[in-house]
Structure formats: C-alpha cells, structure tokens
C-alpha cells in the first residue's frame, strides 16, 4: 500500500509495555504509528496529525483519558478506541457516553485490537454512507427496511406496525448502525434532558420492537443488547 494510504493510529499510553506492543503489532500490519504518553499532547497530535484512529488510555499521567473524549469531540469524529483496565460497566458506559466509539479492556490480543481498529475505521466510512442512505430516506439490513419519510418500519415488505415511540427506538439505533447507543444517550435523546433515568422504559419498548421485527424475538438478529451498557443496531454491511 502507498504511503499515503495508510491508516495513521495514533496511540496515546503511558505504560511502556502497552505502547510497545500495541505499536509493533500495528506496524506489522502496515499501519501508520504515532504515540504519545500524556493528555496534553494527546490533544495536540489530534489537531496537528489528523489520525484515523486513536486508541486511547484512560489512565494518563496528566489527565483522565475521558477529560480528552470530552475535549476532541467538541471537533471531530475521529474513531477513538478506549484501552483501560477498567472493566466496570459503568466506567464503559461513561466513555461511550462522552463520545468514544469502542472499549477494549486490558489484557487484549492483538487479533481482538486489529478487528476493533478495522471496524472503527470502517464504521467512520459506513457512517458516511448511512448519512447518504439517510438522505434517501431509507435505512436496509437484511430484510429489515426503516422508511424515514414515511415512518415505518418494514420486515421483508410488511408494515411492522411498530408504535410512534417504537419507531423512534428504532430510527436512532438505525441512524447508528453498527455503535452501541447507551440506554443514558437514547432516553436522553428520545425524551430529552430531563428525562427519567430508568432504562425500564427501553426494556418495555424493545421487547415489543423485537416481537415485530425480530424473525425470533428471543434471539435477535436486528438489534443487539449489549449488557447494562445499551443496545446496538446490525449495520448493513454485518
Ligand atoms: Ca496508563
């Protein structure tokens, strides 16, 4: 591949057994590296260097990797992957709150990172995509059709009936193929600001979304939970 063409990672961690590994495995696989080993110029790379992908530690020396999350997501859309060895729930549910696309949890293989790094670079492409899919009015996957016109959802040709508040479920998670919406995001989006913070209200909607669009509702093929974090749509090209 030419030079120019390569995807450019750039890694942001202080620990240099991480860095080392992450960087050797990226570059045998033709990958552009940068690192960095602090927050301050973590933000720096990010507006000078423009990388594809930043694969970002949460533990850095001079600030919390989310506080960087918060700040680059003011201005651009750049996948950033979270490496942490923080495996509460709700320190995953936070970061993707803030903006982050992904979350790999500390020890990982290099098989586990490559596929994360594909698929967020790919999903930036695919988000593009969508946009245009979202132009049409329409969103596909599989034999499932979201009409954004004419508010409907369709299961191979037929009207899935879904509910105005369902539609809307489903809408988002369509507009978001492929990301994992928090249940925090999706009631905040659905509802507004202000709005309660029990993720029961989901559970009741997505249990009668899946009994209308799911082939096997006990088995979902369309939309996917992802526990206690939120719920994720197939992208179209899963
Ligand atoms: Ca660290």
């Known amino acids: 591949m030419a030079?120019?063409?390569?995807s450019k990672i750039l890694i942001v961690e202080d620990d240099?057994?991480?860095?080392?590994?992450l960087k050797h495995t990226?570059?045998?696989e033709d990958y552009s590296v940068i690192l960095?080993?602090?927050g301050k110029e973590a933000i720096e790379m990010i507006s000078?260097?423009?990388?594809?992908c930043i694969l970002l530690d949460l533990g850095l020396p001079d600030m919390d990797g989310n506080e960087i999350i918060r700040s680059?997501?003011?201005?651009?859309?750049?996948p950033i992957i979270v490496i942490s060895a923080r495996t509460m729930e709700l320190d995953k549910a936070n970061a993707l709150d803030l903006g982050a696309d992904d979350y790999l949890t500390k020890p990982f293989g290099k098989i586990e990172l490559l596929a994360r790094i594909r698929a967020a670079i790919r999903h930036t492409r695919t988000t593009?995509?969508?946009?245009?899919?979202?132009?049409?009015g329409v969103f596909e996957v599989g034999d499932l059709k979201i009409d954004y016109h004419k508010h409907r959802v369709y299961l191979a040709g037929e009207d899935t009936n879904l509910t105005p508040n369902e539609f809307r479920i489903v809408a988002l998670l369509g507009k978001h193929a492929g990301q994992v919406i928090t249940y925090r995001a999706m009631l905040r989006e659905l509802w507004g600001p202000s709005a309660n913070?029990?993720?029961?209200?989901?559970?009741?909607h997505m249990a009668s979304i899946r009994r209308k669009i799911e082939p096997n509702p006990n088995e979902p093929i369309y939309i996917f939970t992802e526990i206690g974090v939120g719920y994720r749509m197939r992208s179209a090209d899963e």
């Open 26 to 28: 990226l570059a045998t």
């Open 16 to 21: 240099p057994g991480i860095y080392k590994f």
């Open 72 to 78: 680059v997501r003011a201005w651009t859309s750049t």
């Open 36 to 38: 960095c080993t602090t």
């Open 3 to 6: 030079n120019e063409l390569r």
């Open 197 to 204: 913070r029990d993720n029961k209200i989901l559970r009741v």
């Open 48 to 52: 000078s260097h423009c990388p594809d």
């Open 128 to 136: 593009s995509r969508d946009e245009g899919i979202a132009l049409n």
